[in-house]
């Protein structure tokens, strides 16, 4: 059974930045995604990164702002977002999915999830 815990959430000002970890054991063979959830809103696809060749995808509203990496040796997946908004503030995710070669933002092909990081922006 995999095992996804994700840290590193928290309070910071718009402009700031934050990394998201992902501890994530028995997943070197799957895509690993991240998605956020805000109040009232459904949970939408943020980024991913593949097993394979490390390819990676980003929501349009992150790209430039948002960079997922992963390190295998530490079985762990990071999300570094920096110039931060109000508008990032969601409940973070990270998720498995049993892909080798590629990843999406969809939710639906994740079979595996973590118990989510609050993310704040607020002055």
């Known amino acids: 059974q995999l095992q996804l815990v994700e840290s590193g959430g928290g309070l910071v000002q718009p402009g700031g930045s934050l990394r998201l970890s992902c501890a994530a054991s028995?997943?070197?063979?799957?895509?690993i995604g991240w998605f956020r959830q805000a109040p009232g809103k459904e949970r939408e696809g943020v980024s991913c990164?593949?097993?394979?060749?490390?390819?990676?995808y980003y929501e349009d509203s992150v790209k430039g702002r948002f960079t997922v990496s992963r390190d295998n040796a530490k079985n762990t997946v990071y999300l570094q977002m920096n110039s931060l908004r109000p508008e990032d503030t969601a409940v973070y995710y990270c998720?498995?999915?049993?892909?080798?070669?590629?990843?999406?933002?969809?939710?639906?092909?994740?079979?595996?999830w973590g118990q989510g990081t609050q993310v704040t922006v607020s002055s």
């Open positions: 028995g997943t070197d063979y799957y895509a």
């Open positions: 990164i593949n097993s394979r060749d490390g390819s990676t």
């Open positions: 998720a498995a999915a049993p892909r080798y070669d590629y990843c999406s933002g969809n939710s639906y092909e994740y079979d595996y």
